[in-house]
């Protein structure tokens, strides 16, 4: 096959999606020296591809779809339709893109792709980011990673510097572990009483403890500063997605559902404990973090109640001791590192 010179890969939904796409990026790097990758996204992503070293360009999805690739150095040669977009399929095709890749289970992808790819995300057991490198077989190259070669092929290393105010919250004389209670939707959610519980838990002696989430999530995670009056700092809201990136590179841990920040801090290689219900195809087999501290919570079973919403009685089976004997084995395996 043609060595391509310009690929853009396509992936417009969620943070941690984005985050599990990355190895793609790296994988095409390693093959093909000196090639260019666009990454095609949603605005509130572009944090995360800035800060990956495997790719050269972001291009924001709305402005591809009035300007086509007006606004980056170079047309691509290809395009991989990693999240399939009926939309940009169609118009990946009228902008002439020699080469353009995406999976066969979507009708539309027959009429705007040229090659296609044929295997089923929903009945697979592998995970999201193996899932991904499936759309590199076209190119016949190594795309059966295992998932510890993965979490190295992520690349985050191009953060910010963290601004002085949010540097200064950082007490370096203990373990500083965020709580991201709320997941956007994306995932089932443990309960605040449990986060209030896990905070009760931790000796505020050793742990520093930030409640994390967006401006939006604030009035909904009121109580649980409230509850644990004295024992947490309230971040919600108050810096941009690239700093928060730089601020959890500067914690130790994070625990959360699955949820955009959890990714993050696995591919940060911190702590990140992810909590999780046994249904597919939402289960850790599809989403665990990657990363060489990371952990997952769940129950070894397989559910399927809460599938039509509702609260997750499996993944609240889960108890914040479990959570909080992990952290102190962490703190104190950090805390004496560090002394």
Known sequence: MHHPEVICISRTDSIGDVILTLPVAAALKKTFPGVRIIFLGREYTRPIVNACVHLDEFLEVNDFYNNGFASVSQKPDCILHVFPVK????????????????????????????????????????????????????????????LQELASLIGLEKTEQLKPEFAALLNKDKYKLILHPRSQGSAREWSQQHFAELVNRLDTEKFQIFISGTAADKAFLQPLPDAVKGKVTDITGAMSLSQFISFIKQCDGLVANSTGPLHIAAALGRDALGIYPPMRPIHPGRWAPLGPKAK????????????????????????????SEELCKRATADLHSKS
């Open 87 to 146: 939309k940009i399929a169609w118009k990946a095709k009228q902008l002439g893109i020699p080469l353009r890749i995406g999976t066969a289970g979507r009708w539309y992808h027959w009429f705007t792709c040229n090659k296609r790819v044929q295997f089923s995300r929903r009945k697979s057991d592998l995970h999201e980011a193996q899932l991904n490198l499936k759309l590199l077989q076209p190119f016949q190259i190594k795309t059966d990673y295992s």
């Open 296 to 323: 997952v919570f769940v129950l070894d079973k397989e559910c399927s109640g809460c599938r039509k919403g509702g609260t997750c009685h499996c993944i609240n089976a889960i108890l914040p001791e479990a959570i």
